[in-house]
């Protein structure tokens, strides 16, 4: 349960630039800084994932003893909190253009950011923490529809959807990348290995539009699927919807 005071203590950490950073009420001298943990967070959840993430193996990280972290944070939800903020503010964002190519880097830069750090997608985020580069964020992502025709409430939308999709499409290219990874082998090494058993159980003309799709779409990609194509396909198609919307 978050308690009032960790709350107020966890943002002020996230506007520690600003405000300066709070000090801790407990436990020896500080040895490091809290941006040094925030760092060294972010790369344990870069090898390991948050399922595994632990205080104790950021306090390993640092060479500190595991009560030590909590001179630093509150606990876990608020050091991954100050993680996440830490993270976005790491690509500056880019000038916008017209309308369709500025939804189009907002999509993007978020694509290429859970790439660089696939732990994102695990972050459970209902009630986000307000951080800086968060807020720096949702303005850029504002600015890319601002003025285009679209009230508040379709601007928060239409950044909200674009958000929404782009997470669900990079999810299934991560898991794509670390299935690839782990198994050893390649979609087609995959396929080789199966499609012997497939054809005996699958006679022809039993399966004739996942046949005939399936086949093209197997030449075409080379792979079972292509995550980046249906992330680029899918985008389009959610513009086009924004294009209608403003007509």
């Known amino acids: 349960m978050e308690k009032p005071d960790d709350l107020a203590r966890t943002m002020t950490l996230l506007w520690r630039r ?35 993430f632990s ?11 595991l009560m030590s972290i909590y001179t630093y944070v509150p606990g876990r939800s608020e050091l991954i909190g100050l993680m996440v903020d830490e993270v976005v503010g790491e690509i500056p964002h880019p000038p916008h ?69 782009t997470a669900g499409a990079a999810r299934t290219s991560v898991v794509t990348l670390r299935t690839t990874e782990e198994s050893g082998i390649s979609d087609v090494e995959w396929w080789e290995a199966n499609a012997p058993i497939l054809e005996r159980v699958m006679p022809p003309g039993a399966y004739p539009l996942s046949g005939r799709v399936g086949t093209a779409a197997g030449e075409e990609y080379n792979a079972v699927g292509d995550p980046d194509r249906t992330f680029r396909f899918g985008l389009e198609r959610l513009l086009d919807g924004v294009e209608v919307l403003l007509r």
């Open 18 to 52: 600003a405000l300066g950073t709070p000090q801790g009420a407990r436990g020896p001298k500080q040895r490091v800084s809290v941006d040094e943990v925030i760092q060294a967070g972010i790369a344990v959840a870069d090898a390991d994932g948050l399922p595994a």
């Open 97 to 165: 253009r017209d309308w369709r190519e500025r939804l189009t880097g907002v999509a993007r830069h978020q694509w290429d950011e859970y790439h660089r750090h696939p732990w994102l997608l695990q972050v459970e985020n209902s009630r986000p923490w307000i951080g800086p580069n968060g807020c720096d964020r949702y303005e850029w992502q504002l600015a890319a529809v601002d003025g285009v025709g679209l009230d508040d409430i379709e601007m928060d939308q239409v950044i909200t959807m674009i958000g929404a999709f």
């Open 55 to 65: 205080m104790r193996k950021v306090a390993d990280r640092l060479g500190l003893k």
